[in-house]
């Protein structure tokens, strides 16, 4: 499942970027509206919801890597950054890392939040045919233009163009719906 390339390693920096900034953006207007008590409780609870979003979007349309490594990868970024430009630039002190509210439960929060969704949606199962195959399919040339996912999804599985929609299997690969309701249940392995 692990694809760590250029497409993998952009789409998270991007995604982990996109979380920080959005977190830093509530946490300095806060700072402006509202005591910096009040700002920390609703930093807490933004920055999971936050990577929440983020990962659901991951994992739902990408899902390149495992939960497990998505976490530690945002996780990762996000302390990166906030070394970086949060305490080197703006505070120039690390007196931030002191704080367990304000600092260390939000990290903690984004790495459960990012892995416990990505659990769930992975668990689903709904999207291994777009996960686990995405790179299958543009590695094959079969991502041309004009091209619908579905039509692509079909080609690679080898369901004809009019089957019934493509359900996915026990085993990871995709089998199409018979008529007969019966039939649409697949043996325990």
Do not use: C
Request: charged letters at 15%; zero cysteines.
């Amino acid at each position: 499942m692990t694809s760590w390339n250029l497409q993998t390693v952009a789409l998270l920096l991007g995604l982990a970027f996109v979380g920080w900034t959005l977190r830093e953006a509530i946490t300095r207007i806060g700072l402006q509206l509202t005591t910096p008590s009040t700002t920390l409780m609703v930093h807490a609870i933004a920055a999971p919801l936050i990577f929440g979003v983020l990962s659901a979007f991951y994992f739902a349309r990408y899902h390149f890597t495992s939960p497990l490594q998505t976490a530690l990868v945002f996780v990762a970024i996000v302390i990166v950054i906030d070394i970086a430009v949060v305490a080197l630039l703006i505070l120039r002190s690390f007196d931030m890392f002191a704080s367990i509210e304000g600092t260390w439960l939000p990290f903690a929060l984004i790495f459960a939040s990012t892995y416990l969704l990505g659990s769930i949606v992975t668990r689903r199962g709904t999207y291994s045919i777009r996960s686990a195959r995405r790179q299958d399919l543009l590695m094959a040339g079969i991502g041309s233009k004009g091209s619908s996912h579905l039509q692509r999804t079909r080609r690679l599985m080898h369901l004809p163009s009019s089957s019934p929609r493509a359900q996915t299997g026990p085993d990871g690969l995709g089998r199409a719906r018979s008529a007969r309701p019966d039939a649409d249940s697949f043996p325990a392995s």
